[in-house]
């Protein structure tokens, strides 16, 4: 694990799940820029937003929250824009 030179421009890489029909939002699974799984990205309903679920043992440095927070905060604004358009 682990690689040397120049730091990576992404660190993370979000693989979409599929999703079944009884569920209403989607998943991701996180991987590090060198294939290592971080954990995953799901919808959590008290709180109206995607959130991580880590791996046990994973250490995330501030890039790296960055990188994820950017997504999930994309993929929470396209889920309000969703359920905004289903209102109409």
């Known amino acids: 694990m682990g690689s040397y030179g120049p730091p990576p421009k992404k660190f993370l890489r979000f693989e979409k799940m599929l999703r079944p029909s009884n569920r209403k939002t989607d998943r991701w699974k996180i991987f590090s820029h060198d294939g290592y ?3 995953y990205v799901r919808f959590y309903p008290q709180w109206r937003c995607y959130v991580t679920e880590d791996a046990a043992g994973v250490v ?29």
Do not use: N, P, Y
């Open 37 to 39: 799984k971080l954990g």
């Open 60 to 88: 995330w440095s501030g890039s790296c929250h960055a990188e994820a927070d950017k997504f999930l905060t994309e993929q929470t604004k396209l889920w309000r824009m969703s359920i905004r358009a289903r209102k109409k």
